[in-house]
Antibody, heavy 116, light 112 residues
Framework: EEQLLESGGGLVQPGGSLRLSCAAS????????MSWVRQAPGKGLDWVAH???????FYADSVTGRFTIFRDNSRNTLYLQMDSLRAEDTALYYC??????????WGQGTLVTVSS | DIVMTQSPDSLAVSLGERATINCKSG????????????LAWYQQKPGQPPKLLIC???TRESGVPDRFSGSGSGTDFTLSISSLQVEDVAVYYC?????????FGQGTKLEI
């Protein structure tokens, strides 16, 4: 069974950093495009970043220069390095696997709270 | 960026009746290279991650009940639920994956 397990969320002060992890099981992560998507409390879905199977990366304008998506193929794990965090980055962060038909299957998410 | 706009924002439908949710993209998400629309629909229930229902605008994912159907092409798309069940109460989102950023609609809250 394919699974995505996010971790690394927590409380961080504005300007701080956090690294999220998404451990994949049941499939080879590097064979698929992978995204991070966030959802602020009570709000809709907000796409954050994407890495293709060949390693190309793409970012939302709101996080460009602050967030970095990367993967460790040996650990079959996806990461999101988040620097210079702002209050508006507070959200539940999901990692999502792009299926062959293009849509995404999602993990359970990890909560990031940016507050002093 | 491709802006995705859903209508209505919320919808109340009686059990057994049909529900229709619309999604409009700011530019076409159709690719003539493979004749496919890069449009997905998701269902999100409270406290759960979104669940993929439909890809390519009209292809149901495995295990999704056949009362769910997607239609449309280019810039205008529709998700229909033919006979509403209690378990269909959720928020529904469309998403384009034609180009990054992979934008979502604002969501439609479906109630009974």
């Amino acid at each position: 069974e394919e699974q995505l397990l996010e971790s690394g969320g927590g409380l961080v002060q504005p300007g701080g950093s956090l690294r999220l992890s998404c451990a994949a099981s049941g499939f080879t992560l590097s064979d698929h495009g992978m995204s991070w998507v966030r959802q602020a409390p009570g709000k809709g879905l907000d796409w954050v970043a994407h890495i293709t199977n060949d390693g190309s990366t793409f970012y939302a304008d709101s996080v460009t220069g602050r967030f970095t998506i990367f993967r460790d193929n040996s650990r079959n794990t996806l990461y999101l390095q988040m620097d210079s965090l702002r209050a508006e980055d507070t959200a539940l962060y999901y990692c999502a696997k792009q299926v062959s038909a293009g849509g995404f299957n999602w993990g359970q998410g990890t909560l990031v709270t940016v507050s002093s | 960026d491709i802006v995705m706009t859903q209508s209505p924002d919320s919808l109340a439908v009686s059990l057994g009746e049909r529900a229709t949710i619309n999604c409009k993209s700011g530019q076409s998400v159709f690719s003539s290279s493979n004749n496919k629309n890069y449009l997905a629909w998701y269902q999100q229930k409270p406290g759960q991650p979104p669940k993929l229902l439909i890809c390519w605008a009209s292809t149901r994912e495995s295990g999704v009940p056949d009362r769910f159907s997607g239609s449309g092409s280019g810039t205008d798309f529709t998700l229909s639920i033919s006979s509403l069940q209690v378990e269909d109460v959720a928020v529904y989102y469309c998403q384009q994956y034609y180009q990054t950023p992979f934008t979502f609609g604002q969501g439609t809250k479906l109630e009974i």
